[in-house]
């Protein structure tokens, strides 16, 4: 039995499709809590996380927009990530990905003042891995992979606590990298599973890989599921679709995976738009996904109507 305990992000200001705010709702009505609790779990729901004052954060790429914004809600979702970690696993229910600048670095604190290394697996159609030196978009929604791994350039930004080395990256499901990731992260040693790594070696394989490293380890494993993961034909509601994602089946099977091996220690749902939804159908997988993750086993699902 875990401690599961709910902290809604309602981040909408690192990319420019509004309605990202609205997925922490989403997922309440969804019954994500229900969910958890039917596989044993105990469930706290903390509510939604108030993003603090605003700066006056500036920088000198004018393609950055809602900067302010999002260092404030970076420092609000670290200190809500120190302070959930010691107590369960927390859940943080986003809100576009632009939140795991917050989540990942206070998890980061957290596994500093534990003395244990922290792993990430990122779940992403995008690695996000650009610096706010190197977008052209100005969506911060690209850049919280490389604020973890200490890259150079976050200057408005705290400090990262405690950079993640490369080694403990694995990005899984990528399939849209721009030239300037992609030259930085040839500089690194992060694990690229991209869709034609997985195409050509499935997925199992190289998940359990990098989960025999954290074990070994004894790491701590965050875990940042982007709904871009998904093929846009199965979760269309998400503002950044990149056709040829996972498929219902794969999804389910990297979360059950991810499951037997008890190693996850901290979750992101992020860039759920229900604006963009098909009668809730994008929350419902996403909620049947962390279902997976936390023990519920493809014989035990329910049939939906929608």
Known sequence: MTHCILIGAPVDEGQRVPGCMMGPSAYRVAGLGKVLESLGHTVEDRGDVQRGPLGEETHENSAIHHLPEVVAWTKALSASAQVAM????????????SLALGTVA?????????????????LDAHSDFHTP??????NL??????????????????????PVPAENICMFGIRSVDPAEHAMLQETEITVNDMRVLDERGIVA????????????????????????????????????????????EAHLVCEIL????????????ELNPFLDDRGRTAKLMVDLVGSMMGQKVFDRRTRSF
Request: glycine letters at 12%; charged letters at 15%; zero cysteines.
């Open 86 to 97: 010691p107590d369960g696993v927390p859940i943080f229910m986003g809100g576009d990905h």
């Open 141 to 162: 929604h690209g850049t919280p992979m490389a604020y973890a791994s200490g890259r150079d350039g976050f200057a408005p930004f705290p400090p990262f606590p405690a």
């Open 259 to 270: 499951h037997e091996s008890g190693l996850v220690t901290s979750l992101d749902l992020v």
């Open 206 to 249: 190289p998940l359990r890989e990098f989960l025999e490293r954290v074990r070994a380890a004894n790491g701590l494993l965050h875990v940042s599921l982007d709904v871009d993961f998904l093929d846009p034909a199965i979760a269309p509601a998400v503002g950044t679709t990149v056709p040829g994602g996972t498929t219902f089946r």
């Open 106 to 122: 206070g998890v980061a604190a957290h596994a500093k003042a534990a003395e244990r290394p922290l792993f990430v697996i990122w």
């Open 133 to 138: 030196e190197t977008t052209t978009s100005g």
